[in-house]
C-alpha cells in the first residue's frame, strides 16, 4: 500500500481465520460487491500539477484513518468491511485498514475470497472517498481536478483491479456527473476500452443534478445503449430511503434500505427512459426483488385507472408497465427466500445474486450456501441463470464450465 500519513497505532481489531472453501454447487456471479479504495489508488495518476491535490489518506492522533480531498474527511466506515471480523466487533466506527481482511482492498487477496466462497466473477462499487458512483469528484469545488480524479480511479479499476484477474472482475467505470456531455464522451471511451457498466445515482436529483425526468440525460443514455453499457442503479447512491421520523434506530435503515430502489425503479419507469431507449439495461444493485411483483402489480393497475384522467401524461407504448419493467429492468438479490415463488411474474431471466463482500450485509463466505438454501430447489435451468447466466448474458462476461471450475478449485485446494 502507499504512504499514510501516521500517528500513535491503535490496537488491532479481531481478523478471523481464513474460513474453510465453500462447495462449488454452481457457478455465480455476483454483480453487487465493494471495493474499499487502497492508499495508493491515486500515486501517479493525475496531472504533475495537480497530483498534490489528490484524494490521500491520514491518520489522527486518535489512530482513525480517512481519506481527506479538498479539507473534507473521509472515514473509512466500519460496517463497509466487516468480512473476516466476529459479529460482536462490527459497528460504525472508523476502520483502519490493518483492521479489514485484505481482500478488501487487494485484489490478490479478493480473488482468493471469491475462491473460498464459490464466486466465479465480481462486479464491485466503490465504498468511500468514491461514493457508489464517484459524486465526491463530481462536486469537487476545481472540476479539473475532480475530473482528473474521476479519471484516475477508472484507470485504476481497470488496469488494477479488473486487469490482473479479467476473467473474474467486470469492470465498472464512474461516471463525470458534473456535464453530460463530458460524460457521454467518456462512457463511450470506456466502453472502447472495456468497461461493461457504469454505476449511476438512481435519484440525480437528490445531489442536485437534473432529474431522470428532465430529459437532460438522454445523451449519456443513448450512449449506454448503443455501447451495451449497463446502467447499474446502487441502492444508496444518492440517498438514503425518506424517513419520516428524525431519531430512528439503526436497524431501520437497513430494514428499508430496498425503498430506495422501488421508488427508483418506479421513476425511471414513469421517466419514459426505458421507452426512449428500448434497449437500455438498468441494473438495480443491491435493491432486493421482493417488491417487484407488487410494483409490476400497481404500476400496470396505476395505469389503467389513475392515470387515465385529463391530469396524467400519456403512456406511450403498447407494453403495459410491467413489460417493460420485464424487459429493461435486471433485479439483484442477496436473499430473497419470499420472492422465489414469484419469480416468474418478476422474470426468472432478469433476477441476478450478489454477495455484497465486504459489508455487513454480505453473504461471504456462505454465498454457495445461501443461493443452495434460498433458490436450490428451482430446476436446474433456472438455477444456472439466476446464479450466473442472467449476469453473464447482461454483462457480456463468460462463465466456465462448471467441471472445469471443480478441476482447477481441487487444484488448488478449493472445495470440489
Known amino acids: 500500500m502507499g504512504a499514510v500519513e501516521t500517528g500513535p497505532a491503535p490496537g488491532r481489531a479481531t481478523l478471523l481465520p481464513d474460513p474453510e472453501p465453500r462447495t462449488i454447487r454452481v457457478p455465480v456471479i455476483s454483480v453487487d460487491d465493494h471495493l474499499i479504495e487502497p492508499p495508493d489508488l491515486f500515486e501517479g495518476r493525475l496531472p504533475a500539477s495537480l497530483q498534490d491535490a489528490a484524494p490521500r489518506v491520514v491518520e489522527d492522533e486518535d489512530g482513525t484513518q480517512s481519506w481527506v480531498f479538498e479539507g473534507n474527511r473521509y472515514p473509512n466506515v466500519g460496517l463497509n468491511a466487516v468480512v473476516g471480523r ?27 475470497d471469491m475462491d473460498l466462497a464459490g464466486v ?32 484516475a480511479f477508472n484507470d485504476w479499476h481497470l488496469e488494477e483491479w479488473a486487469g490482473p484477474h479479467p476473467e473474474r472482475i467486470i469492470p465498472l467505470q464512474l461516471p463525470w456527473l458534473a456535464d453530460v456531455e463530458v460524460a457521454t464522451v467518456e462512457v463511450r ?46 441502492t444508496g447512491a444518492a440517498s438514503w430511503a425518506p424517513l419520516p421520523s428524525p431519531d430512528p434506530p439503526f436497524e431501520l435503515l437497513p430494514t428499508v434500505f430496498p425503498v430506495n430502489a422501488l421508488l427508483a425503479a418506479a421513476e425511471w419507469l414513469w421517466s ?22 407488487m410494483l409490476m402489480d ?7 385507472h389513475s392515470a387515465s384522467g385529463t391530469e396524467s401524461h400519456a403512456w406511450p407504448s403498447d407494453l403495459l408497465p410491467s413489460e417493460v419493467l420485464r424487459r429493461n429492468f435486471w433485479f439483484c438479490s442477496i436473499d430473497d427466500p ?22 455487513a450485509d454480505s453473504s461471504w463466505p456462505d454465498t454457495q450456501d445461501v443461493l443452495a438454501a434460498t433458490w ?21 462476461h463468460p462463465l466456465p464450465a462448471l467441471d472445469d471450475w471443480r478441476r482447477a478449485g481441487a487444484m488448488s485446494g478449493l472445495a470440489p
Not at 126 to 151: E, H, M, T
Not at 350 to 358: A, N
Not at 381 to 389: C, F, I, P, Q, T
Open 376 to 396: 436450490g430447489t428451482l430446476p436446474d435451468d433456472e438455477l444456472r441463470a439466476v446464479a450466473g447466466g442472467n449476469a453473464s448474458r447482461l454483462f457480456r
Open 338 to 359: 419470499s420472492a422465489v415463488s414469484q419469480r416468474h411474474v418478476i422474470g426468472v431471466d432478469h433476477i441476478m445474486v450478489e454477495s455484497d463482500y465486504p459489508h
Open 120 to 151: 466465479w466473477a465480481s462486479l464491485c462499487f466503490p465504498s468511500l472517498v468514491s461514493g457508489f458512483c464517484g459524486a465526491v469528484y463530481s462536486r469537487a469545488a476545481d472540476r479539473d481536478l475532480g475530473l482528473a480524479c474521476l479519471r
Open 298 to 304: 400497481r404500476a400496470d393497475y396505476v395505469l389503467a
Open 86 to 112: 466476529p459479529p460482536a466487533e462490527w459497528s460504525m466506527e472508523p476502520a483502519r485498514f490493518d483492521e479489514m481482511r485484505p481482500g478488501c482492498f487487494d485484489i490478490g487477496a479478493r480473488i482468493e
Open 189 to 234: 471511451a470506456n466502453a472502447a476500452r472495456g468497461f461493461k457498466a457504469v454505476s449511476f445515482p438512481e435519484f440525480p436529483a437528490q445531489l442536485r443534478l437534473p432529474s431522470v425526468f428532465s430529459g437532460e440525460w438522454d445523451p449519456f443514455f443513448a450512449a449506454c445503449e448503443e455501447t451495451g453499457t449497463v446502467v447499474c442503479l446502487h
Open 272 to 293: 419514459g427512459v426505458p421507452l426512449r431507449f428500448p434497449a437500455l439495461a438498468v441494473a438495480m444493485s443491491e435493491g432486493g426483488i421482493g417488491w417487484v411483483p
